[in-house]
């Protein structure tokens, strides 16, 4: 039943959604009317302000951004766990934030009192990485270096792929992918570029775990770095849970989520 009302209501959306892009397509075509509704698109761009654990936070959510409002929305009660952590730096600590989105644990680390004195910031994706950029500015957050790029287990060409949300393209599936070539480096060789070191490392990047943890075996020995929490799968966790054991870190807190077609957790090392 479920598995029909889910097929009832793709097949209404794209009656709807589908019928409205190709009158806009042919409106874009044919006419030069076209042009008054990219003006008036073009300057719509909500700019809420979310309260997270006392702190306001502004950020941008282009319409066409789903998962920034649903995230939002539920923002200190999405992954409590991570605003805990934060919650327990000290004062002038550097926070490397490797799969930022556009903001979720960024923009509350900086802007909470006493929060860190450097935050680095990653991510590959085209459309977060804006938002983040906006999202810092708009914050007047000085204390964030943030990098467009990709981190694996070593120098080399990767293929990503981006999900394209919830747009409704004729012949495509709802939620399809797009792939793009990039470069990647490993967090080792960021180190060594940079001379940035971490005390706290979060890393939730949707499958590219294990080899981001793989390319950081001389940052692990860094007593600097005090603690990483790290999304994993259930492919992943086992070979993450053995690299922490290894570097004298022990599990302080795991928490399990059931996605549609996995599990996975959030799991915090600390440093023995």
Request: aromatic letters at 12%; proline letters at 3%.
């Amino acid at each position: 039943m479920i598995g029909n009302n889910k097929r009832s209501r793709r097949t209404f959306e794209n009656i709807i959604f589908g019928t409205i892009n190709t009158v806009l397509s042919k409106l874009v075509e044919k006419t030069n009317l076209s042009k008054k509704i990219f003006d008036f698109y073009g300057r719509i761009l909500p700019i809420p302000q979310t309260i997270v654990r006392g702190i306001p936070i502004k950020t941008i959510i282009p319409l066409n951004q789903v998962g920034i409002y649903n995230t939002i929305k539920n923002w200190e009660e999405r992954e409590p766990e991570v605003l805990d952590w934060i919650d327990s730096f000290e004062e002038g600590c550097t926070f490397f934030d490797v799969g930022a989105s556009f903001g979720t644990e960024t923009l509350y680390a900086a802007l909470k009192k006493d929060g860190p004195e450097k935050i680095v910031s990653f991510d590959l994706s085209l459309e977060a990485s804006f938002s983040l950029a906006y999202n810092v500015s708009l914050n007047k957050i000085n204390n964030v270096e943030q990098y467009f790029m990709a981190l694996s287990d070593k120098i080399k060409l990767i293929r990503f792929s981006e999900p394209t949300n919830y747009n409704y393209v004729k012949g495509m599936d709802k939620y399809y992918f797009l792939s793009l070539n990039t470069i990647s480096i490993s967090l080792d060789d960021f180190v060594r570029l940079t001379l940035l070191s971490p005390d706290y490392i979060k890393i939730d990047v949707d499958g590219a775990e294990q080899s981001i943890i793989s390319g950081m075996s001389e940052t692990i020995k860094n007593q600097r770095l005090k603690s990483v929490v790290v999304e994993v799968s259930e492919t992943s966790e086992p070979f993450i849970t053995r690299f922490f054991d290894k570097a004298d870190f022990k599990i302080d807190f795991e928490r399990i989520f059931e996605g549609e077609e996995t599990i996975y957790k959030n799991i915090i090392f600390t440093r023995r």
